[in-house]
């Protein structure tokens, strides 16, 4: 598999996040689009994963000052979970927050995919909630930069 992350720098790359976050979040898990879009989309950090020239992953940073960032829209196209996918860019993202001098990493994980999360550091905060009906969980990883 030829996987290519980076941080997006085009409007036709946001354009490929936002359909691939519609298709995952609004049709497949029925996320109403007033929710799943937001005011931080235009000033978010956009993460996105091509396997060849397909998008297939995305993710969505948010700077919260004081050296946080609020991971967010973590998506996998369907047909490509499973494969490794969604860990690789969350690696690229992480190492990418470190190394821009954020010191810790927040997000909202969907109740099933925690473990997911926890193999990646973080560690769980809080009682169970919900977001657009879904059940979440408050999750906090530190951040540490290699240079």
């Not at 598999?1 to 519609?22: G, H, K, Q, Y």
């Not at 005011?39 to 948010?62: C, E, K, M």
């Not at 993202?93 to 109740?111: D, K, N, R």
Request: aromatic fraction near 8%; glycine fraction near 8%; hydrophobic fraction near 45%.
């Amino acid at each position: 598999m030829n996987l290519v992350c980076r941080l997006i720098a085009t409007d036709e790359d946001l354009a490929a996040c936002l359909s691939l976050r519609r298709r995952v979040f609004i049709e497949e898990q029925c996320v109403p689009e007033e929710i799943e879009r937001d005011s931080d989309d235009t000033s978010a950090l956009h993460f996105l994963a091509w396997v060849g020239s397909t998008p297939v992953a995305v993710a969505r940073v948010v700077n919260k000052g004081d050296g946080v960032a609020k991971i967010g829209r973590v998506a996998v196209l369907l047909a490509r979970r499973g494969e490794g996918i969604g860990g690789a860019l969350m690696e690229f993202v992480l190492t990418s927050l470190a190394e821009y001098g954020f010191t810790q990493a927040l997000l909202h994980s969907q109740e099933p995919v925690v473990g997911f999360y926890e193999k990646l550091g973080f560690a769980t905060e809080g009682e169970r909630f919900f977001e657009a009906e879904i059940p979440h969980f408050a999750m906090r990883k530190r951040l540490y930069s290699t240079g």
